[in-house]
């Protein structure tokens, strides 16, 4: 089975940097999504920043500029640097992937979560 391992997060004040990593392991054939979300308390979940296997990686507008997502692709893990943090960036942040298997199926995983609080 595929699991995402997910750490740090955490609390920083505004304007401070915090980093994201993620780990996918268990029998992967090829990660065609990777990257992250989030979830404020009574919003839905939203796309922060997601790299896609053909080589480009999508922020959502808010984020542009200042959060910056890199793929290890031998290591299969993803990282999230969030500089320039505001408190509206306060969610849980869960890891997501899209995993394709060996036959071609492709399945979505999510990490756990990991909360990221940005004081004012």
């Known amino acids: 089975q595929v699991q995402l391992v997910e750490s740090g997060g955490g609390l920083v004040q505004a304007g401070g940097s915090l980093s994201l990593s993620c780990e996918a392991s268990?029998?992967?054939?090829?990660?065609?999504?990777f990257g992250w979300y989030r979830q404020a308390p009574g919003k839905q979940r939203e796309l922060v920043a997601v790299?896609?296997?053909?080589?480009?990686?999508n922020y959502a507008d808010s984020v542009k500029g200042r959060f910056a997502l890199s793929r290890d692709h031998a290591k299969n893990t993803v990282i999230l640097e969030m500089n320039s943090l505001k408190v509206e960036d306060t969610a849980v942040y869960y890891c997501?992937?899209?995993?394709?298997?060996?036959?071609?199926?492709?399945?979505?995983?999510w990490g756990q979560g990991t909360q990221v609080t940005v004081s004012s």
């Open positions: 790299d896609r296997s053909g080589g480009s990686t």
């Open positions: 268990g029998v992967i054939f090829n990660i065609n999504v």
């Open positions: 997501n992937a899209d995993i394709e298997n060996s036959r071609g199926y492709v399945y979505r995983y």
